[in-house]
Every structure is written in structure tokens, then in C-alpha cells.
């Protein structure tokens, strides 16, 4: 995991990468908590710009932990430490990495569930759905690059493993395709998804957890069930990934 | 790209932050490795395998395979499955439309495969009947799948077969209603294959639905012999039409074939034909403790026999041959004409053969009995107003009419009525005019407050009263003329006194149509359904565990709030109950021992008949087609009621008092009779009015008493194809019923 590794100029990278994908659900966390929209923005920008300006992934047991849990327990301590030394100024000094959008955040906020999750729960399924969302985008942008948008559009039905046999036939033809042309063009898609989902999913991971572990965890997120890995106490990082 | 609302494999609400518009927790789920797919929790029958594995077979193009067929012209594919596929095809030279099957085997290097798969395609090839599915052809060629990325080449094993055009006996039994008639022409068909096939030696093995093949003229063919030998067992098969992956059904294995023993013989054949045949009949398979069929859809009782003893666990007491069982469907057969029961509401006059499958394979019979016009006018609640009015009415006409008719005018009456004449004139005047006074006031009031659908609950009362006064100074009347020993009857005393009778009745009538309207409108008067199961019913939760649940009111989306209530509250009349009864709860007798009348524990059992006819303002049933069907239909149940001992004998001991307690009249009349005449020891009047009085209150008694256990009776509030729902039962037996662990039903193997 390039991040983990924090002499490397691609730890940088890879750590800008995650932040910038996964903010909202810190936003989201920070909202629910009980701050304002504009002090929740503030917040996370702040403590995205001290992330990426001192070198916090040297905490010791960084390799093995799940970045997402990790991810959530320094920002908590962030918060604790804020809340002593309220200021409302934004930090970073000028070493802005990239800014967030408030009114975007703040629209998503309103649709999250509004009864009694607790905010990590809702940080947690908040992570599983960014990082779906993700994944999704990052697919319909390389279809997009080779030109087959509509496909995509029409073949991502499919990639629930729904396998609706009289749509096939329609769709083919829709997009001016033989059937069996695209029953192939599903099961590469397929392919391409579990792949870009791997990928997405090991990289937030450390060296001893599985995949499907963490898928497992996600999906149990989502429904809010079953919070097995969440550091609660920001004192213990590292004890229990 | 649809909008969807609900996630089309596992159901759950999509939310709108749902990624792509696509269910978040499936799109996880397709990022499990292999291994863990296999085992992914909570999937159930609705994650079926659609991605091509590596390792599992998946069918080549039909172009690819032309090259290897060259005297066939492939048509399309029509089938596929886990071990192989099914093509549509064409003979060129014959020009005949023939199938063709592959098959690719486990293990690619596996020498005795094709050892094994020459010696069944012989076999198979030298079976010729015109039940069994013909083959033409068999071999094996080599292809090289490049498409399907697979990239080695392998060996296909394929067989060239008769082409069925029709639909297998799977899709018969899901989409058409399969009527006694055309089971009775199908089995003995399928019969003579295997009879054949035994006589050569031959054991299917695999009969099932979809081995079974009905084509557009009605002719039935079996597929696939032997071949359940040739696949190693492996947990998917395919069949010749349809086109998604069933699980290995072993459900129609015999016992013997399970248990994987060696003494499999022709006789397993015969037990898989048993539970066709019971599934084709009853739509269910036979698992556990099953109901004859008879028990369960209206057919000839003799099929039971040939049923169950088709399906007898041990060989030996099976049918030893298949072809007794073809003569003993014959017989009934034969015969069925005249065994139809009368309500079946057949489309067509001689009983259909066949080939009338397909006509039918669309519509549904629909069965049930006409609604019967008098008893939807007899539940009409203003009903009996509108029938105490007119009682009424006559009666005073007879008494009142008659008298100017008799006597010639009303001067005349009066004048008679300020003379002092007889005594018994002036009785008669008194006693007619009083009756008559009270049947007028009875219909004035009746009329005057309308008739209104919620009838007020004194009308039954006023009914009586009113009707009872009027009998008792018409009875005075007549006890005098007895006691003058005069024995003129005059007729309009004695119309009147058959009004004032059939008042009586009516008013019991409408006491209890009051009673049973006062229950349902404190139903309706609950409708709260609490929030918590609102949530949970819009939530993310599975599907299954919900309809699993006991008590209909916590099914998802589908129960209208208006009519449920929460199960168990007791009513605000009486203490009394209802409670909901699953078919599976009636019909494994697992209802809890406790007495379901009076709540105390309970050993026995009394087997009631329920009849149920809806009236016009409550017909049970949840959806609007539901609720049309069970308009048209009376139904019946049997229910075994767990009783106690005191009440075992409470419903015969309602129909004896019912139909004998008017007898008491005459004790209580002579009662009445020797009371007067102790108190006035002259003969006269006195003692025939105390003989009148003491016959009223029996006759009013005896009404009360049959209201009183007619309002107590446990009955059935409706009954739908599912449920049952019995009112009035003691609170205790709800209670337990209610917490009682449900029995899951038996998953279908397709899936929901």
C-alpha cells in the first residue's frame, strides 16, 4: 500500500488521492456530530491540510490498519483537539491541496438518513457508498475515454448480477449489437468492475486484512448493522485496526 | 437506463444516493473472490450465477458450432446449464427440425467418459416409442473456444434428438391449471414410455417435470434417459426449454436412490412418477407429512390410492409394474365422467383431452360457486327492518281490515266497543286492538328511523319487545276463547299471530347481524400500526423474513392499514378474540393445546367446519383481485379446534338447544296454566292468560338463549386461499398462536 510507506514522494500522492475521494464522509461525520455546515467544512479542510502537511501516517501501526477506521480515529482526535482551541480561520497557510465544496457537501448531507444513526454509522456507510461511487465513476470514465458511453449506460444494469434474459435482447437492440456480442461486452464490464473494485478496496487496506473482509464490513455498513472495527477511543489507535 | 426503485436481485429499497442508480449491497457482493461468492451469506435462491466462471462451461456460439455439424444448420440456442447447452437445429438433408445437445464432461482427460457416453447414446438409440424422445444421432467433436476466453480446446460430446415443440410438464404446472382430466391423459402416456424402456432394461432414473415434455398436439414425450448416469453429479442439470439453471431436484429421487445404495432398480422410476403425479395434481410436492390429494384439490378419491402407493418408501410396497399404474388411471379414468363434482365450472361440455392444455395453458379455471342472490339480500343489514315493517304492517291489516270486514265498518266498532256486551267481545276488542295499536307503533317507529346501514342497537330489542307484547295479548285472546270452550278461530287472530311470530325471529336476526357488525367495527376502530414496523417494513431488511413472520399485519407494503389491527388486543365486546390461521397451522394440526373456546388447557380436538360467505361490505383478501375472486366463492375448512373437555360437546349442544328449545313452550304454557288457576280458583280467563304468559316468556327465552350462543360462536371471519381467521375465540388461544415459532414453508426451487 503506497500510502503506508512515508519516505516515498508516491505516498504523497496516494494519500491526496485518498483524501480527496473520501472527504465526505468525514464531512458527513463532522455534520452529524452537531457542528454547522460551514464549521463542519471548515473542520475538514483544516484537518485535511494538516494531514497532508505533517507526516501522520508515520504513526506506528499505520501497515495494519484499514485506512477507513484509521482515517476516522485522527480525525476525531483532530476534533477533540480543535474543540479546546476554537478558530474559525482556515489553516494550511496558503498549502491548499484542494478545497471542498460546501453546498455540494451540504446537499448530500440533507439526504443522508436522519434517524438515530450514530455518526460513525453514518461515517461508515457514508465510506462504503463513496467508495461504490467511485469505483462506478471511475468505470464510466474509461468507457467514456473509448467512446462507449452508451454501452456502459446500458450494460451497468448488469453488473448486479441480474441477468434478465428478454432485456438482453432489447438492449442489443438499442445499441445495434448482436446478443452474443453483448453478453461478452457484460462479462468484460463485470470483469472491469471487479477489478477497479479490488483495487479501490486493497488500497485502503493494510497487508493482513482481505478483501473480502472488508467487503463483507461494507456491506454490513451500509445497512448499519455491526460495527465490529471502529476504534472508538482516538487514544487506542493502532491496538485493533 | 430504467429508473428503478427497487433492486431487481435482492429487492431492497434504493435509496437515491445509491451509486449509478444500482443497488449498493449487490455491487459489493460482485467483488467477492470465487471462493467467498460461493458462500456470500443472505443470498438465498436470488443470487443466481450469471458471470461465466472459469471452469464452468460456457456454450459456444452458434456460429462456432456449424463448423463442426456440417450436415445440421444451427439455428439458436434454446437452453444452456452447468454441464451443457441445447441448440435449436436443422437437418438440411431431411430438412426436419431436430435438437442438438452438448455436453462437455467434468474432466476433460476422463477416458472412461467417453467409454460411458458411447455405451448410453447405444442404449439410448435403440429405445424407439412414440413417448420417448428419439435420437438421431451422437458423437463427439473437439472445438477450440476463443470467444468465451476460455482458450483450450476441449471435447464436446453431443447427441442429435428429436425436436419437441412444445412446453415441458415444469412449465405446465407453473402457468396452466392442470385439471384432473388432463393429468389422467398424461401419466398413462408416460407410463407406457417407461414400460417400454423397462422392458428393455432401460431405468430413467431422472423423471421430473422437466424431463417430461407435452408437445402442441398433446402428445407426451420423456427426454433424456440414462443420462443421469453419464453426468457425474453435479448440483446443476438443463433441460431442453428452459433456459435457467435449476437446482438438482432430489426430491423426485426415490429413497433408495438417495440413500446412494446399489439396489436402484426400475422401481425408483415408479416413485418419481408418484411424486409427478402428485405434484401435477396438487401443484406441491410431497415432502414430510403430506395430505393425500384428495384432501387437497377436488379430484376422484382413488387417485389417493394410486398416489400413495406409488410413493411407499420401501420398493416392495410399491406397484411393481408401471403398466398397473396406467390401467388403474384408466379405470378412474373411465369413470371420471360421472365422479365430476358438480361446482367445477368447466369451459367446455365433453372433458377436455390433451391437446386442450395449450388452449387452457393461458387462462385459469376459475372454480367456486355462484353467488347465491338470497344470501347477499340476507346479509344486507337493513334487511331485517325492512321485514319487521312489512310483518307488522300485515298484521295490523289482518286484524284491523278483517274486523271492518266481520263487522261491517268502523261505526260499528264503536259502537260496539261502548256497549257493554259479553265478556268475550270485549276481551276480543281489547286483546285485537292492542296488538294491533303495537305492530302499527312497532312499523312507525321502524320506518321513521330509516334504514340505515348501522342499524341502532336498540332495533333488535324494540323488534322483540314489540313483538312479544303483541303475541302475548293475541295468545290472551285466544286463551280466553279456548277457556269459553268456544273453538271459533278467527282467521285474522290467526294471521296475527303468525306475524307477531315470524317478528320474533326477525328480531333474533337482526340481533345477531348487529352483534357481528358491532365486532367488525371495533376491529376497524384500531388502526394503528405502530411505527417501528413501518420502518421495518420500508427498511432494508429481507424479504423473507418478513412474510415469515406470524401475523399478517407485519408483511411489507402489503396489508391495507384499514382492516388490520393489531392481532391479540382484545375486542371491546365481550373479552373475546381473533385470532389468524395459516393454511400450514390447519393443516399440520399444530395448533396450541389450549381450549379455544374458554382458554384453559386442552387435549382433545372437535373437528369444525368453517364456512365462510362474505357479505357486501367486507370481503377478505388483500389485493383488489383477491378481494373480486373471494366475492363469488362460499368456502369451507375443516379445522381441528383444540377443545377442553367442558366444551368438546359446545356446538352440538348450540344445535340442540337451538332446534328443541321451543319445546318448552309447552311446559312452561301448562306452568303458567296451573299457577293462574291456583290463584284464582274459579274457572275462566285468568288461567288461559297465566297458560299465554308462561308460553311467551318460554318463547322469549328460548330466542334469548339462541342469541346469547349465537353471538358466543366461534366463526370464521374469512378465509382466503392462505389464512383462515376465526372470531371470537378465547384470548389465550390467539395469544399462544401468536407466539407460537411459524413453520417456514418449503423454498421453491426457482426462487422468488
Given at each position: 500500500m503506497a500510502a503506508g510507506d512515508p519516505d516515498c514522494d508516491d505516498a504523497r500522492q496516494a494519500l491526496t488521492y485518498l483524501c480527496e475521494t473520501y472527504w465526505y464522509p468525514l464531512y458527513a461525520y463532522v455534520r452529524r456530530r452537531g457542528h454547522s455546515a460551514e464549521d463542519s467544512a471548515d473542520l475538514t479542510q483544516a484537518f485535511f491540510a494538516r494531514l497532508l502537511e505533517k507526516?501522520?501516517?508515520?504513526?506506528?501501526d499505520r501497515e495494519r490498519g484499514r485506512f477507513r477506521s484509521f482515517l476516522l480515529t485522527i480525525f476525531k482526535r483532530y476534533l477533540s483537539n480543535e474543540n479546546d482551541r476554537r478558530q474559525a480561520q482556515k489553516r494550511g497557510g496558503g498549502l491548499k491541496h484542494f478545497s471542498i465544496d460546501v453546498e455540494a457537501g451540504e446537499k448530500r448531507y440533507?439526504?443522508?438518513?436522519?434517524?438515530?444513526?450514530t455518526p460513525e454509522k453514518l461515517y461508515e456507510r457514508r465510506w462504503a457508498l463513496t467508495l461504490l461511487d467511485h469505483v462506478m465513476a471511475r468505470l464510466e470514465q474509461e468507457y467514456a475515454d473509448k467512446n462507449k458511453g452508451p454501452l456502459f449506460e446500458q450494460c451497468k444494469l448488469y453488473l448486479t448480477g441480474s441477468d434478465d434474459a428478454a432485456a438482453y435482447s432489447e438492449i442489443a437492440g438499442r445499441l445495434e449489437m448482436s446478443e452474443s456480442a453483448l453478453r461478452v461486452a457484460v462479462h468484460r464490464i463485470r470483469g472491469r468492475y471487479r477489478e477497479l473494485l479490488n483495487q479501490e478496496v486493497s488500497q485502503t487496506l493494510?497487508?493482513?486484512?482481505?478483501v473480502d473482509d472488508e467487503l463483507e464490513y461494507l456491506r454490513s455498513a451500509i445497512r448499519g448493522q455491526n460495527m465490529r472495527n471502529v476504534v472508538t477511543d482516538p487514544k487506542k489507535i493502532g491496538s485493533k485496526g | 437506463m430504467i429508473d428503478l426503485?427497487?433492486?431487481?436481485?435482492?429487492?431492497c429499497e434504493l435509496l437515491p444516493d445509491s451509486p449509478a442508480g444500482l443497488c449498493p449491497d449487490c455491487l459489493l457482493k460482485q467483488g467477492f473472490s470465487d471462493r467467498s461468492r460461493a458462500a456470500?451469506?443472505?443470498?438465498?435462491?436470488?443470487?443466481?450465477?450469471?458471470t461465466p466462471q472459469p471452469g464452468r462451461f460456457i456454450p459456444p456460439e452458434p456460429e462456432h458450432l456449424a463448423a463442426h455439424f456440417s450436415n445440421l444448420e444451427i439455428l439458436e440456442r434454446i437452453g444452456h446449464g452447468g454441464m451443457g447447452a441445447v441448440y435449436k437445429a436443422r437437418?438440411?438433408?431431411?430438412?426436419r427440425p431436430v435438437a442438438l445437445k452438448i455436453m462437455r464432461p467434468?474432466?476433460?482427460?476422463?477416458?472412461t467418459f467417453a467409454e460411458r457416453f458411447n455405451r448410453e447414446a447405444r442404449t439410448l438409440a435403440r429405445l424407439?416409442?412414440?413417448?420417448i424422445v428419439a435420437v438421431h444421432d451422437f458423437g463427439d467433436v473437439t472445438i477450440s473456444q476463443t470467444e468465451a476466453e476460455d482458450g483450450k480446446p476441449c471435447i464436446l460430446y453431443y447427441f442429435v434428438m428429436e425436436y419437441i415443440d412444445g412446453a415441458n410438464l415444469r412449465q405446465l404446472i407453473q402457468t396452466a391449471d392442470i385439471q384432473q382430466e388432463q393429468a389422467l391423459a398424461i401419466i398413462p402416456q408416460v407410463c407406457d414410455a417407461l414400460q417400454y424402456a423397462h422392458d428393455e432394461n432401460?431405468?430413467?432414473?431422472?423423471?421430473?417435470p422437466e424431463n417430461i415434455l407435452v408437445d402442441k398436439l398433446g402428445r407426451v414425450k420423456i427426454a433424456d434417459f440414462g443420462l443421469a448416469k453419464l453426468?457425474?453429479?453435479?448440483?446443476e442439470d438443463f433441460t431442453l426449454t428452459g433456459t435457467h439453471q435449476v437446482m438438482g431436484?432430489?426430491?423426485?429421487?426415490?429413497p433408495e436412490q438417495m440413500s446412494g445404495?446399489?439396489?436402484?432398480?426400475?422401481r425408483a422410476d415408479i416413485y418419481s412418477l408418484g411424486v409427478v403425479f402428485y405434484e401435477m395434481l396438487t401443484g406441491e410436492l410431497p415432502m414430510g407429512h403430506f395430505e393425500p390429494p384428495s384432501k387437497k384439490v377436488?379430484?376422484?378419491?382413488?387417485l389417493d390410492e394410486i398416489v400413495l402407493r406409488s410413493l411407499a418408501s420401501e420398493p416392495e410396497r410399491r406397484?411393481?409394474?408401471v403398466s398397473e399404474i396406467s390401467s388403474q388411471v384408466n379405470v378412474v379414468r373411465g369413470n371420471a365422467a360421472y365422479s365430476q363434482p358438480a361446482s367445477f365450472d368447466s369451459v367446455s361440455e365433453h372433458w377436455p383431452g390433451p391437446s386442450t392444455i395449450f388452449e387452457n395453458a393461458v387462462d385459469r379455471v376459475v372454480d367456486g360457486v355462484r353467488p347465491s342472490r338470497l344470501r347477499r339480500v340476507l346479509g344486507h343489514a337493513a334487511t331485517p327492518s325492512v321485514l319487521a315493517i312489512l310483518l307488522s304492517l300485515c298484521g295490523v291489516a289482518t286484524l284491523f281490515i278483517s274486523w271492518g270486514v266481520n263487522y261491517g265498518g268502523a261505526q260499528y266498532i264503536e259502537r260496539r266497543l261502548f256497549q257493554q256486551h259479553s265478556h268475550i267481545h270485549a276481551i276480543d276488542h281489547v286483546c285485537g286492538s292492542a296488538a294491533g295499536v303495537i305492530l302499527f307503533a312497532l312499523a312507525l317507529l321502524l320506518i321513521a328511523t330509516?334504514?340505515?346501514?348501522?342499524?341502532?342497537?336498540w332495533r333488535p330489542w324494540v323488534i322483540i319487545g314489540g313483538a312479544t307484547a303483541a303475541l302475548a295479548f293475541l295468545a290472551t285472546y285466544y286463551a280466553e276463547v279456548f277457556a269459553r270452550g268456544g273453538?271459533?278461530?278467527d282467521g285474522s287472530f290467526f294471521a296475527a299471530l303468525a306475524m307477531g311470530t315470524g317478528l320474533m325471529l326477525v328480531g333474533a336476526w337482526d340481533m345477531r347481524l348487529l352483534l357481528s357488525m358491532n365486532e367488525k367495527s371495533a376491529q376497524q376502530i384500531k388502526r394503528h400500526v405502530p411505527l417501528s414496523d413501518l420502518v421495518a417494513g420500508a427498511?432494508?431488511?429481507?424479504r423473507d423474513g418478513d412474510s415469515a413472520?406470524?401475523?399478517?399485519?407485519?408483511?411489507r407494503s402489503d396489508?391495507?392499514?384499514?382492516?388490520?389491527?393489531?392481532?391479540?388486543?382484545?375486542?371491546?365486546?365481550?373479552?373475546r378474540d381473533w385470532v389468524t390461521l395459516t393454511k400450514d397451522q390447519v393443516e399440520n394440526d399444530?395448533?396450541?393445546?389450549?381450549?379455544?373456546?374458554?382458554?384453559k388447557p386442552a387435549s382433545q380436538c372437535a373437528n369444525k367446519t368453517f364456512s365462510f360467505s362474505p357479505d357486501w361490505f367486507h370481503l377478505p383478501g388483500k389485493t383488489w383481485a383477491d378481494k373480486f375472486s373471494s366475492a363469488f366463492s362460499e368456502r369451507e375448512i375443516r379445522v381441528a379446534c383444540p377443545v377442553c373437555a367442558r366444551h368438546r360437546s359446545y356446538w352440538s349442544r348450540l344445535v340442540w338447544v337451538a332446534s328443541t328449545?321451543?319445546?318448552?313452550i309447552v311446559p312452561l304454557g301448562l306452568v303458567g296454566y296451573i299457577v293462574a288457576w291456583e290463584a284464582y280458583?274459579?274457572?275462566?280467563g285468568p288461567q288461559a292468560a297465566g297458560a299465554a304468559i308462561g308460553a311467551s316468556v318460554a318463547l322469549t327465552l328460548w330466542i334469548g338463549s339462541i342469541i346469547y350462543l349465537a353471538s358466543n360462536r366461534i366463526r370464521a371471519e374469512s378465509i382466503t386461499n392462505d389464512e383462515i381467521r376465526l372470531t371470537r375465540v378465547s384470548p389465550q388461544f390467539a395469544r399462544a398462536v401468536r407466539e407460537q415459532p411459524t413453520v417456514k414453508e418449503a423454498a421453491t426451487p426457482d426462487g422468488a
Open positions: 507526516p501522520f501516517l508515520q504513526s506506528a440533507r439526504f443522508e438518513p436522519t434517524d438515530d444513526w493494510g497487508q493482513q486484512e482481505t | 426503485t427497487d433492486c431487481p436481485v435482492c429487492g456470500a451469506p443472505g443470498d438465498g435462491s436470488a443470487f443466481a450465477q450469471t437437418q438440411i438433408k431431411l430438412d467434468e474432466s476433460s482427460d476422463d477416458p424407439n416409442h412414440p413417448n432401460v431405468v430413467h432414473r431422472d423423471i421430473k453426468a457425474a453429479p453435479s448440483p431436484t432430489p426430491s423426485y429421487m426415490a445404495s446399489r439396489l436402484v432398480d426400475h377436488a379430484i376422484d378419491g382413488r406397484y411393481q409394474q330509516g334504514q340505515s346501514r348501522r342499524p341502532p342497537k273453538w271459533q278461530i427498511g432494508i431488511a429481507h413472520l406470524y401475523g399478517a399485519d407485519f408483511r396489508t391495507p392499514i384499514s382492516h388490520e389491527r393489531q392481532q391479540g388486543t382484545p375486542l371491546t365486546a365481550g373479552g399444530s395448533l396450541p393445546a389450549i381450549c379455544i373456546v374458554c382458554g328449545g321451543w319445546l318448552s280458583p274459579r274457572h275462566g
